[in-house]
């Protein structure tokens, strides 16, 4: 039987016995299958187009609910042929997403999004009378209104005449920017993305009632140019099209974030009427198709600072045309709308306590203060915490060490409870931390030998004596034998990975420390520490205190806040009052340049080492 | 030797003697020859692309300027080719066109337009300072800029840096619409549109200086698809593509008018920023690409009647994609932003005189009133008065009897000279006035016999006798015999031609009485009688009276004040004054609703008839 994959147009034959899973994977066929294809996540879903198959599992009923039978969704890893088909490989869905900041947080600000929908019957005149379709419609409405969109102003006559003169009105800033047949004001939705330079989140929200319809995730197509912010810019400069590749890129990772989120919440992308973007200041840049050469060199200065607005065809963004895009405002050339939005969503503008935020993606983004005064710089922490450049790093997915232990030997916890195939971040600053508390490791960060443990009068048990090897002069020492991984090679730290942390913590920790010196801060006065982003969810306290990432404050007042960029791009969307606030904050946050800074250099340099005990 | 013609891509066999007029009209290539090939008029200019001509007459030197000569182009009258070429057919402008308001009252108001050019210079940073490209920007501007078009701020870093930070920005509404490399505040241009059913006409004025550099009118290419609004509002109804494709002329039509403008001003249409159009509703609707299915019934409903703004990208007109093309206000379905202009043009809103307007074109537009209170109606005159309709019509070009006296014998006057080809408006209203004096007609509109004339006791002289003929039924009065025409036939009044004029007469004529019944006025209480458009320029003040088209009053308080509709959009191109104040005129004056009103239809069968002498 022959199974074809829409839009790809791929067409693979497929044995009555094999699952759509093992006849693409057979093939080539990229379909990703997280949980190994047992049934047990959704990560392999596909769309039935055509076709007869097999009828759906109890485990798929339980991952992808009625609803999602009903509209034909099936998992690949159950599913076998009966005819010739025709299916949809829906993109997944990075896995391990949490919000910690709750919903009732959310909802600090008035549902109140500059968005807004009211259905109306203009009146039919009996007689000639001096107005207009437009005046007729602004007298019906109960805010003002005072402009519309040309393409929705074409189409005003007929529509009128159509639904005998019953529609729907969408208002954007007292402009009309979609007129729709009938009643639809419950349909009212908008998306908030967070654009990271590795990964870009979107969250599908109703804008009528607040609820989060959907998340998504996915890897920011640009990295393929390169993984860090430097190299992106110099891509722009070296290809002649590159700023216009970079460009595409992003656009198409939204656009198929736009189409998950949709498919997940089965609303069609006609009705998302506005975004929220947030990301650094070159994600911005890149976004809007603006050069960012000027980022890359001195005095690094953004195009454009303040709250800047777009229409989704303007940019090519697959939903309504005249949907707007609302891009926060940013800090300065090196600090963004993403930090703008850790602010609003963690209210450190608004607190009269001493709170230092940070938030580690591939830069490092830093923010100290009050409601009085709020600092902010960012320093490039490279990619190590997502498990680039390290020997087996790997992000924090199924299949990833993400906790360490160690003490008569090591213990590992993998994600999904599966045979490790590498090590994610937060792993790593674990299996460092237990290092150091172990002595295997010393403050400088070097790697030692058994025969030097011993030498400094400590025990070294014969479990962790095994772990140590070497492959010429390049030492590393062995988280997983090569009996308990998925490849059967073992899962190592080398003495570069540990340099390759050293360098990323190092530049967060002298972020932090040029932030309290220029506020004449010691860590006492910190009356909390919020750690942001994905990282910042999984990291365990105690190590990022052991390894010097962050001060060394009390446990109970170290706090993760979830993606909290993400969470202040959302409360921009929900709520005119935050997106208001963002404006204030991104105007009163002072940048702390590092760059160029020969005291940061210096502090940079002393960071890179691991505290005593 | 072959001469093609670009961009058509006809090529034609062209002979060493042979003009290239004469080597066009051979093969059916249309060139517009007003003088009649004789060097005489420009209207079969040509553009040199390619080859060697003959070198330029003297004719030719006169017509086009040295400078025009310098730019290769010629009259296609006086040049021979003297190898294979490639020439460009520039669109004739419509002759007689005149301009009779004067230069010193466009300037009563002050030159303030919205578009505004200022030359800056950026400083260079030393050091990083926490601000953008555009807050530098604003700093050096001295009005206030708060946007900037996202295409502009897409080249904004590139731009500074390649010119060294010295950039012209152009400013429109406080918004960014475009950034320049250098100093280029000189440059600032405009152009005027009025759109008539019939006629387009664009004035190019600088901006800068205020001055106008160019006029070029063409017929309104919809015309095609209907002479009058009725039979297009039909077109966009009976054809699915209808709209579609007059939107699609009307922007053909003005494409071509920039470029006429812009060859004879010798500027390009990238220096065009903004655009003001006047024009009645259905043209201000099928511009903008809105239905017009609702200005066609009952209650007669514009889409919108406010100032309206779009970009020319949006509507894909060639000038700078980011211009403003500015839609001066509606006052009703039926009297459009034409009327606006002809009352900001002639200050009918601020005088304390009681005055009417008239402005014939297609449509027949009437406003009466004073500062205190203005009245505007529209009627369907007819394509009478441009000629179409009547049995030897045309318009007021080269060869048509523009002036008719009748004594003894009966006089033509013939635009240009030549031998007459037939009559246009002017001439048709000085023929039938004439005719009246005579006796020739009867107050109902009769062409009379000659015996009848005789019986009436009047004498009938011989050569006026010999001028009755008729076609069976149909009887004719010769205006011109065969042996002084250009074809060869006689041009002849039919008694059709003669109710085609009070039909258009009778609709002018009962819209003026309507206002006047309205405001409780008699004619003497009118301080004076404006005559708009190209029509009231044309015609005699006392033909007019004569035919009871006007209101009898002496006749120097009877006035033509030239395209006034024009002169309109142009005082608000130039003026923001003007501007605000045609969208007061908009909102303060009041629409007489004729059509399905009893009152005019009684009115209108009465104002057939002619006056009594």
């Known amino acids: 039987m022959n199974l074809t994959f829409f839009p790809e147009g791929t067409t693979i034959e497929i044995l009555p016995e094999q699952t759509v899973l093992e006849a693409a994977q057979q093939v080539g066929v990229d379909i990703i299958a997280t949980c190994g294809g047992k049934g047990r996540c959704k990560s392999c879903r596909i769309k039935i187009l055509e076709g007869e198959f097999s009828p759906p599992t109890v485990q798929e009923y339980k991952e992808l609910g009625e609803h999602g039978i009903q509209r034909q969704f099936r998992l690949a890893c159950q599913t076998t042929a009966r005819s010739d088909g025709v299916v949809r490989i829906v993109p997944p869905v990075v896995e391990r997403f949490h919000q910690i900041l709750s919903h009732t947080e959310k909802l600090q600000y008035p549902l109140d999004p500059e968005i807004s929908k009211q259905a109306i019957i203009l009146p039919e005149l009996t007689q000639e009378e001096q107005t207009s379709d437009f005046e007729q419609l602004q007298q019906q409405m109960t805010s003002p209104v005072d402009r519309i969109d040309a393409r929705v102003l074409q189409h005003l006559p007929a529509l009128l005449l159509q639904n005998s003169r019953h529609v729907t009105c969408v208002c954007w800033n007292q402009c009309v920017i979609a007129l729709e047949p009938g009643d639809t004001v419950e349909h009212l939705y908008g998306v908030a993305f967070d654009i990271g330079t590795t990964t870009v989140v979107g969250y599908l929200l109703n804008l009528h009632t607040g609820a989060e319809m959907a998340i998504a995730s996915e890897l920011n197509a640009q990295a393929l140019y390169g993984g860090d912010l430097m190299s992106r810019i110099s891509f722009t400069r070296q290809d002649p099209q590159g700023l216009r590749k970079l460009h595409l890129r992003i656009l198409e990772t939204l656009n198929r974030l736009i189409d998950a989120l949709c498919e997940d919440a089965y609303i069609a992308p006609q009705q998302i009427y506005e975004l929220t973007i947030v990301g650094n200041t070159c994600m911005h840049h890149l976004f809007l198709n603006i050069d960012p050469v000027h980022l890359g060199m001195a005095p690094y200065l953004a195009a454009i600072r303040q709250r800047y607005v777009v229409t989704a065809a303007e940019m090519g963004l697959n939903i309504m045309p005249q949907a707007r895009i609302v891009m926060l405002p940013l800090i300065a ?136 090897a070497s492959q010429g002069r390049n030492k590393h020492f062995i988280l997983l034998h090569g009996e308990e991984t998925e490849t059967g090679e073992p899962i190592v730290i080398t003495q570069r990975d540990i340099r390759e942390l050293q360098l990323a913590k190092g530049a967060i920790a002298a972020g932090i420390a040029m932030l309290m010196q220029n506020l004449h801060i010691e860590p006492e006065n910190l009356h909390e520490i919020l750690l942001a982003g994905a990282f910042g969810n999984y990291i365990a306290k105690e190590s990022a205190v052991r390894i010097g990432l962050i001060p060394d404050i009390s446990l109970e007042r170290i706090r993760s806040v979830g993606n909290a960029a993400g969470l202040g791009s959302q409360l921009a969307l929900l709520s005119q009052e935050a997106r208001r606030e963002a404006d204030q904050i991104a105007q009163m946050t002072e940048h702390v340049a590092l760059a160029n800074n020969p005291a940061f250099q210096h502090t940079f340099a002393k960071a890179m080492a691991f505290p005593d005990k």
């Open 333 to 468: 050339g090196f600090v963004g709308a993403d930090t703008v939005g850790v602010i609003l969503a963690t209210g450190m503008h608004k607190s009269r306590d001493l709170k230092l935020a940070i938030d580690i993606g591939t830069n490092g983004e830093i923010v100290l203060g009050t409601s009085e005064r709020l600092l902010a710089c960012s320093t490039a922490a490279g990619t190590a915490f997502e498990g680039a450049q390290i020997t087996h790093g790997m992000r924090g997915a199924s299949g990833a060490i993400d906790q360490v232990v160690i003490d008569d030997d090591v213990h590992c916890r993998v994600i999904g409870d599966v045979p490790a195939q590498g090590i994610c971040g937060s792993g790593l600053v674990d299996a460092i931390a237990q290092m150091l508390d172990t002595g295997l490791i010393n403050p400088m960060g070097r790697l030692l030998a058994p025969q030097e443990i011993v030498r400094q009068g400590k025990s070294l048990p014969e479990a962790l004596e095994r772990r140590f």
